[in-house]
């Protein structure tokens, strides 16, 4: 067996090391601190393995992302979102009667409870469906109680992927005071969605194909993504052995930070920013360069991407495509198309690899789409939903899994006696 050889305070240590399917190397310091005393530090987690995983392997050098082994690439051309959902969570593309099945089964799971209804009006319009989203995934676990039969574990994973559709687009009714229009069992998983979020009891309301496709292709792009820290959070959460909702509620708070998930609805806003600000992009390139400013470039830069975001490449064909074909003229897209342009021309984005991530375009399509900017990271979330399942699931089943508790190093006051009030200054 491979060894990494540590030597420490004079004394030699052997590291055992884990080989992934693609040569991915990994030093196992499980007995670490049972042999040598010391801990490992590394804020951030970028040169940390929190666990063994079969699901999605990355590449960031070579902007490789892919599915149980396959391309995003393939997977956005020939399969669809509901596929790539059954693919996550069982491992294997589905067979017809299977995919008809899960397909059947995420249709007459899509009803809320009608008490449910109430926790929606509880909130102010001015509500992020962020926190509406998250709130009611949370609420799930008291409709839904968890046990640790496998056939309850799968039925309430069906429900989650069968209503989180229904829970995004209440959510964004409410928001605006318009009335819930409830699912409809002859329409896609895309379709309905789009049907709940854009139809009024008063109109007819007819499903752009087009439309209906893009979204299928941006969930697919954003399904899976390995550890990232909403992924993380919910193996955190699910660690302790709280309910798949618990934990998946606190996937979506964690996704919607401006530096994860949240990043799309940013991106839309600088965006928004720049051009009311006479559309001087090159301003704002310098003020991304510049430390002082506390500016970032949003939807540029990626932990472990350092060539391209592959979902960004596709999303970028995609857009151009689409808003030719939708007749959307967006003065927002000529402003992106720019500062990728200087951005990625600069020596400042060039020497630290920054390149356009996959929240920099997708938030335009999104706007094409007609989806309100502040739905931008709710569509991250369904989209990331069979991901955080399936890293959920396969944290569950696996008998090796412990409790997440990381360990610290302490640089606060050393012990020292209590100061009574009187003698404090
Ligand atoms: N604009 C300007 N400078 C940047 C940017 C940016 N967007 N991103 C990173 N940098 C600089 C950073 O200041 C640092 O410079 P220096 O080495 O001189 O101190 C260097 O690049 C490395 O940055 P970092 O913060 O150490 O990188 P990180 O791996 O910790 O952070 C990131 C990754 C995605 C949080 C960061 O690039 C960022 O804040 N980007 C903007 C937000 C964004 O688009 N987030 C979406 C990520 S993709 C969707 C998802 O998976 O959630």
Redo the contacts with the bound molecule.
């Keep these: 067996m491979q060894k990494a050889t540590l030597s420490l305070n004079g004394q030699t240590h052997e590291l055992p090391l884990v080989v992934g399917t693609e040569g991915e190397v990994g030093i196992d310091i499980r007995k670490l601190r049972a042999t040598t005393g010391a801990i490992t530090l590394d804020p ?1 987690y ?1 040169n940390t393995g929190s666990c063994e995983s079969a699901i999605t392997f990355i590449n960031g050098e070579e902007g490789i992302l892919r599915y149980r082994g396959y391309g995003i690439e393939e997977l956005t051309e020939k399969s669809s979102f509901l596929e790539v959902a059954y693919l996550l969570i069982e491992g294997e593309l589905p067979t017809k009667a299977q995919l008809d099945r899960f397909r059947h089964r995420l249709t007459y799971h899509s009803l809320l409870h009608e008490d449910m209804k109430k926790f929606f009006e509880g909130f102010p319009p001015s509500a992020h469906p962020m926190s509406v989203l998250s709130t009611i995934i949370a609420s799930l676990s008291a409709y839904y109680p968890e046990n640790n039969d496998p056939a309850d574990v799968e039925l309430n994973i069906i429900r989650l992927i069968a209503k989180i559709k229904t829970i995004a687009a209440f959510a964004y009714k409410k928001s605006i005071g318009q009335p819930y229009i409830y699912p409809r069992n002859d329409l896609s998983y895309t379709g309905d969605f789009l049907h709940m979020m854009f139809a009024v009891p008063s109109e007819t309301y007819e499903v752009d194909p087009l439309v209906e496709n893009t979204l299928d292709k941006l969930l697919i792009l954003h399904a899976d ?1 390995e550890q ?2 909403s992924t993380s959070t919910v193996r955190m959460v699910g660690s302790s052995g709280a309910s798949l909702f618990a934990a998946i509620s606190a996937g979506v708070s964690a ?1 919607s930070g ?4 949240g ?1 799309n609805q ?2 839309i806003n600088m965006l928004e920013r720049i051009r009311q600000d006479g559309a001087n992009y090159r301003k704002y390139v310098e003020m ?2 510049d ?1 002082e400013s506390g500016f ?8 472990v991407y350092k060539n391209f ?1 592959p979902r960004a490449r596709v999303i970028k064909a995609a857009a151009d495509q689409v808003l030719e074909r939708l007749g959307v003229d967006d003065p927002l897209l000529d402003i992106a198309k720019q500062l990728e342009r200087v951005a990625l021309e600069d020596d ?2 060039i020497e ?1 690899k ?1 390149y356009p ?4 375009y997708s938030g335009i399509l999104y706007r094409a789409m007609g989806i309100p900017t502040n739905m931008f990271t709710v569509m991250f979330a369904m989209g990331r939903l069979p991901g955080w399942i399936a890293q959920w699931k396969e944290m569950h089943n696996d008998p090796n899994t412990r409790i997440y508790r990381p360990r610290q190093i302490y640089v606060g006051p050393n012990a020292r006696p209590y100061v009574p009030i009187e003698a404090r200054e």
Excluded: E, I, S, T
Aim: aromatic residues 12%; charged residues 20%; contains cysteine.
């Design positions: 951030g970028g993504h990232n820290c996704l401006p530096l994860h998930g990043a940013a991106v991304a360069k430390k970032r470039l949003m939807g540029f830069g990626h932990r975001d400042y984005f630290r920054l991530n996959v929240d920099f």
